[in-house]
């Protein structure tokens, strides 16, 4: 039985008191999705600033639980900077880490999550670092949090699509 | 809390046998009991609800309607008898006035899509307020897109009750006045008779939900008057899968069928159709069966014990809850909704100094307390209370004190936990 | 009777192993063993069934989606991995592909009234077939009414097949071709793939009811490649309140949101909602829960006896009916629908004579053995084959030589009673 | 136990066999009406011919089982010739008959029936005579089977609410 100290690392408490990049970019230029977790509610507003296929600037604002709220904030230090390809597959190793599967739980116990039958490998390459991100491991551990880790990754994705259309 | 509450009635249910009834309360988790406070999303079945779904399953199962054999008509006089039942626990004039849907939201879209597609025009005024579950929303707002229908809200006011200062405007010409007999979140029972008044008053439909009303309160939809009222199984000790709407048989008549296909047709051509009488007009396909018996089973229980009898209890509870969190906690924690526990159910939906409620309600799962954290499917109410997530507690007849203490002791070690 | 029959395959199936899953099989009717042959109507559930939704009440029910705690996320987990279990049952790419409603009716309804009304315009040709369920006609008599569709019907021919020789005109221009996979009257086993390869080659969504094919045929909806596929719980081993509709995840995005409120979105505001994810998009307010698992229990159960199996055996018996019929009544008898059992099921309409089905049955009734009397819910092919009712016995997975010798016996009783 | 010989009395079988007052009528003038029952697929036709408030001429086509064709033989042959004060009077003392609680059965147990919870008095006035009618009263014995006896009379009813109006 997992313990509340798997889930709330010191660095996710860190993180949700002392969110960063918090606020908003003015759009356009910056891309401006929302997303939503309907479980919880959790409201996330990304603020995007692509520029030579490069993040130039990200903002986040909304509400939400601390594993939400973290990960979002941990989400933008770790893209700020980083070419698109770069982000990508930061986010596919993120995810891959938040994938229920690779915790080897009886597919039929995946929730109300990503959920395919045949879920590709879930892309986690040898040489993507994580870094503070890892601290958000423990939440597979409570699979309904999930969702709530990977609010911040998913909208982030859909502002990337926006963005690039 | 600073209001002088009504005096309490003396509450007369033995909870300790209640308790037994539920087989899942005996359930650990985590090594501790289960401490279910989370009935306002859905109630737990009394073992009696469970066994007549069984034994329906083991000696009587087949379909209804069109058997022409015993078992069948055991089947149909389940279904049929079960009507009567939940006619009878409701205080409708008659069983034709009970159609089974699947939930309470099968109910209100078929309020809104039935009825509604056939009578309103663009710019016709519908009204509802701001304490709707989704489900009596939703529906409305695709009206709005398809038809153009104009949607007015009756506005909450600070202490969680329907601000009913400007009713006679928000209703003036209104073609249908739709709203929660209780919030399912701040627990607010609002007054129906009243709004019913003023709905026909303005020529207007009356339509309740009843969702968190029926399970809680003795309920008479003829006195209320209204044209409609929706009500859902899985929250009154009944299984899922089976929801009420009741409706005057004025206005059944006046609704054209909504889901079609089998059991609910008189007649079928290759060029048309001819719906059935009522309820059965309004169910179509191989109807909710079991679950139709499990809801029978589940009025027959709650009617066994009194529907007085549980609200008084949830009345005594709810008072003991709302003193004993502002004792312990005092401005750490608010409380949404009325302060007078005559004035409400028992939902206790509150948040606690800058604890995400997702944070406290993990905290309470340690220790076996279910509790539920979210905008709980009324997102416009949740604005007006300006949060994006409460948590909520809420009682139902098996909940007793050791289940309040149980709660408070999991907020002060949400409290430890998030070192405060 | 006459054409030269495929070989039957091989029956694998411990029919009498298989009996004593099923705990209303003990039943006695009347002083007599109960012979249920009914089951294209509704079949009867395996304890596994029974004792999966008991264990799920008694031990995890709570609200799915929504819950912080360890019971609502069982419940969740319940729920999500009985729609794995469903997805893989019938060959899905994706549980996405998975829309739980309440029956098949519902997914019928889902698919003419959410997808019909946001893609057909007036003239638009929707071609069914004459052998259709209300279910599969009555929601498209409705968008004649809306909306001016023109509703075109492949013919039945005299062996009560599908009569395809007018198809390429028939399926011209159309927008929709949905048809059963297997007929509850004829037991008709028809052409899936060729008729979904005829639909997209004229540019239309191909639409299968496969409600009576699903619970007796090993199915494979990729291979079909059809749009849409619905199929009901009730008749495969599950319980009442639970129907399937799957589609493609590209006709899924392409259909907007049809019943409407809590569950079904990501967002709410006072002007509008956005929907979920599929396949909770389709899936308003509390799902049966209870109902999914039970449903997941049954296919599992099916998937345990393995289809190929269940099918070879009810092929075998079809045989042994049809010839036991047709040597002890001759001309006395006549069975509608293919005459070999490797192109149907084992569903039997029959006339007797000149007594009225339900006369017949009524005397079957007195000696335990239950056969449905009537038009099933298809009257046009009622209509087609010259008849306003016939009497069908339908054989499924529990059912053995002996049942169809108990309705041969009741048929000689009924010829007795009514003196001929 | 009920036996079938409740059900299909002589008098009822005789009636299915050589149905009285089988056939059409042009309409207008008379009054055409189809009843269905659902359950079991009987369909009836009515044409009903009325003059001075008097049942000039009945006729009854379609298809059906023995009980409901034998009990529309019954009712053409009752109500031919009568006032329409006497066939509603008729018409209410049968559906007494035919009324699951006046057998005392469970009010719960009463089926697709007429189903009201404050069932009316069923109405059997003290001089309203049956007659052949009776045979019909073992029916009650098989909830199932009332449809089909009452789906004459109620479609009979309908001829009349329409021919009135
Ligand atoms: C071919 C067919 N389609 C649809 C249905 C409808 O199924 P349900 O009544 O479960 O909605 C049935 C069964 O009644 C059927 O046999
Ligand atoms: C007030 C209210 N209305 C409607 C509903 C919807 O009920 P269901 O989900 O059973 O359709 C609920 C519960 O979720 C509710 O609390």
Redesign the interface.
Known sequence: ?PG?ED??REIILDHYRNPRNRGELPSPPATRVEGFNP?????IVIYLDVEDDRVKDVRIS??????S?SSASMMSSAVKGRTLDEVRALSRAFKGMMSIHEQSLDADASGNGDSDIDDEADGTGPDVKLGDLEALRGVVK?PV?IK?ATLAWNTLLQALDEQSS | MTATPAPIPTDTLDVERVKKDF??LD?E??GRR?V?L?SA??S??PRAV?DA??AY?????????????????EA??AL??A???V??FVG?????EIVFT?????A??LVAKAWGRAHLRPGDPVVITELE???????W??L??EIGIE?R?IPVDAGGHLDLSALDRLVDGARVVSFAAMSNVLGTITPVERLVQAAHGAGAVAVVDASQYVPHLPTDVTAWGADFVAF?G?KMCG?????VLWGTEAILDATP?F????????????????P?ELP?KFE????????AVGLGAAVDYLGGLGMEAVRAHEHALTAYALTTLGERFGDDITIHGPADPAERGGVLSFSYRDV????L??????R????????H?A??L??ELGE??TARASLYLYNDEADVDALADAIDAASD?FSF
């Open positions: 039985m509340l889930l709330y479980l919880c509610g959790d409201e909304g509400q939400g639980c601390s594993i709220q409570f949090r709530c | 087989p899942i359930r988790v985590r289960l279910y989370d999303n859905t737990q079945k469970l779904m069984q399953y083991e000696r009587s199962n087949a379909n209804v309607h069109r058997g022409t054999y015993l078992i069948a008509e149909t006089a049929e008898g009507r009567g039942k006619a009878r409708a004039r008659s069983q034709r699947k939930n309470a939201t099968e209100l879209n579950h989704h489900a009596n929303i939703v529906p707002h695709q709005v897109d949607l809200w859902t899985h299984p899922t899968g089976i929801g069928p889901l079609t296909g089998g059991e609910m047709i008189l007649n079928v051509t290759k060029t048309g159709f001819t059935n059965w179509a396909g191989t109807p909710p069966i079991a679950e995400h409620p997702h944070d309600t993990q905290v309470f799962d340690e076996g307390v279910c509790v539920r954290a979210g905008h499917c997102k416009p949740l604005r994006a997530a936990f």
